[in-house]
């Protein structure tokens, strides 16, 4: 089943951008890649969605930042979505890490890149800036360090498991490393969006929120320990947009880790209903004939607004982005 992300955002104005799906042959996998705007246009942008996305989710916010004058390239990360592996329970956060690092050495050419990240796509984004140093910018919405107790305690769907959870999941080896377990009974998806509709339709993807991923990928990436350290992180410049409302993953505990980053940084909030943003961003009726409850662009426009309004900032590391009209 194909669930319909975009009945929650409102689309850009205008005609439809441009869009395409590709392949990339990686190690022993297939990676889909969803491509949206002009290939011609003067940024690109890559953006990883986190572990309730993938493409298809993500397309709708891809839409708006293709609209403010980037190429938005975003893989479906091994597990997710259509991309094809041929040993689904032996993918590890590791596999996550050297893709999106190869994936922006293959995107970057003579043009400013911002990467992107959503969600826990937000750690991957700064590892795949830090490990590549070809980021003009990296923007995010949160940054969740598993070492950190806190972080723990909310990305599991009880604070007690998430206190446990390492110290188990490292008694964890062999063939109990490969048991594929649903998403939802380790990770607290009740709370990826304040909307009970889109929570439903998350959770309904099986190539998404709704998806399995083996004990040893959790395993993988409680045990996560970065390559190069905020404080030597020097790369572009940073931009944070939480989500000022989100339930799941609140701004307290992406500050510490992002208060250390050594690069120029801002941290914006975005006024917001939940970690996945939901049909309280949008303004007026969306497709579908649904209304939104409340008003306010999507988080994806703001993002890109953001992006746009701190452009000038960019300019003395050669960025040269480009400001909206």
């Known amino acids: 089943m194909t669930s319909n992300y975009g009945t929650f955002v409102q689309r850009p104005a205008g005609p439809a951008e441009t869009s395409e799906s590709t392949w990339l042959r990686w190690r022993d996998m297939d990676v889909h890649v969803a491509r949206i705007g002009e290939p011609g246009a003067p940024v690109r942008l890559v953006l990883f969605h986190g572990a309730g996305g993938n493409a298809a989710a993500m397309r709708p916010f891809a839409e708006h930042l293709a609209g403010l004058g980037t190429y938005v390239s975003v893989p479906d990360l091994p597990g997710y979505g259509l991309t094809r592996s041929p040993d689904p329970a032996g993918i590890r956060y590791g596999h996550w890490q050297q ?63 998430g206190r446990v959870a390492g110290p188990a999941l490292r008694l964890l080896a062999g063939p109990l490393a490969r048991v594929r377990v649903p998403i939802r009974w380790l990770a607290d998806m009740r709370h990826i969006s304040n909307d009970p509709a889109l929570v439903r339709t998350v ?123």
């Open 99 to 161: 893709l999106a690092q190869d994936f922006v050495l293959t995107e970057a050419d003579d043009r400013p890149l911002v990467l992107m990240g959503a969600s826990m796509g937000g750690l991957l984004a700064f590892e795949a800036a830090a490990a590549t140093s070809l980021a003009a910018a990296l923007v995010v919405t949160c940054l969740l360090d598993p070492r950190d107790d806190r972080v723990r305690a909310r990305l599991t769907w009880h604070p007690g498991l």
């Open 203 to 325: 959770l309904r993807d099986a190539r998404g929120g709704g998806g399995s991923m083996s004990l040893g990928w959790m395993r993988s990436f409680m045990e996560w320990q970065p390559d190069v350290e905020p404080e030597d992180f020097s790369t572009g410049r940073v931009l944070m947009v939480h989500p000022a409302e989100d339930r799941w993953t609140p701004p307290e505990i992406s500050g510490p880790f992002f208060e250390r980053i050594a690069a120029p940084k801002q941290n914006r909030d975005a006024r917001e209903r939940g970690a996945f943003s939901d049909r309280a961003t949008r303004a007026g009726p969306a497709r579908g004939g649904r209304r939104a409850t409340g008003g306010g662009p999507s988080v994806a426009l703001r993002f890109g607004r953001e992006v746009s309004a701190a452009s000038a900032t960019f300019r003395d590391c050669g960025a040269g982005l480009r400001a909206s009209p």
